[in-house]
């Protein structure tokens, strides 16, 4: 059996007062929550894809950009049968952090359609766990940010 691979770029993204940003979605007829970020598009690097997402998404730029972590381990899509998900994560400080539209709630989407929605929120790092996101991928990431006590420089 041949698969795809399904290259994913995501940042995290932590304010002033030490809060993570997150982002509730809803498409393909579910709703989840995961770190800002998406796909990879044909001929763009990985920091190049995360620089258009964080303007697509977030409508701001970013002003520095690190490595976090690479998925080492196997996990298939939950979205597509025979795709392999790879992840790759940023620590991302943006110019501008009051462009951010954000809500209190989880899932409270005021914009958006049937098929997709998708709003942001600020979360405290103090309250942060793995059960903040929906993916295998993202909770293990989570679980490096608590563990590794990953706050604002």
Known sequence: MSGIFNVRVYAIIINKANEVLLTDEHRFGTSFTKFPGGGLEYGEGLKDGLIREIREELNTEVCSM????TTDFFQPSAFHEN???ISVYYRVNLNNYSHIQTQEEPF???QGTKEFAQEFRWKKITEFSPNDVSFPIDKYVANLIVK??????
């Open 108 to 110: 409270h989407f005021q």
């Open 66 to 69: 690190q490595h976090f972590y």
């Open 83 to 85: 795709q392999q998900i």
């Open 148 to 153: 590794n006590n990953i706050h604002r420089p």
